[in-house]
């Protein structure tokens, strides 16, 4: 899967570990920054991720903040962006089969690595139920 990346500085770390999982494991992924653990702006990084997602460029996104709720408000403001934040396994499978996510939220300091990776795992893996969800979504995504 080719699959785009983008954090803030809380979420470097995370980061830095979901990319060599994701390369460990035979995805192609792009690193849209930051890339380190000095203060930005996280919209200078999530956003570029959620545009390269909805053009089409990439099947995937992921975004990493300290909570992943500003990431999370940040992706979901680009026309085409489904991004669940997300919390547990559960949360993941969810927005995947029930709301067809196509960028995945997560929140360092909410969860361990551990956690994150496996989160990551489910998001990738589970597929869209299809149907009515989507056709909901739709004609909301204004």
């Not at 300290?66 to 559960?90: H, Q």
Request: net charge negative.
């Amino acid at each position: 899967m080719n699959i785009a990346i983008g954090s803030d500085h809380a979420g470097f770390r995370y980061k830095q570990a979901i990319i060599a999982h994701l390369r460990a494991a035979g995805h192609e992924v792009t690193d849209f920054g930051t890339d380190s653990e000095e203060p930005v702006d996280y919209p200078r990084f999530i956003r570029p991720v959620a545009e390269a997602v909805a053009a089409g460029r990439f099947e995937r996104g992921i975004v990493l903040g300290g909570s992943g709720n500003g990431e999370a408000i940040a992706a979901n403001r680009v026309r085409g962006i489904r991004c669940g934040l997300c919390w547990n396994l559960e949360s993941a499978r969810l927005t995947r089969l029930h709301n067809d996510a196509n960028v995945l939220s997560l929140g360092e300091r909410m969860m361990d690595e551990t956690t994150a990776l496996a989160i990551v795992d489910v998001f990738l893996s589970t597929p869209f139920e299809g149907g009515r969800h989507l056709q909901r979504i739709q004609q909301l995504d204004v």
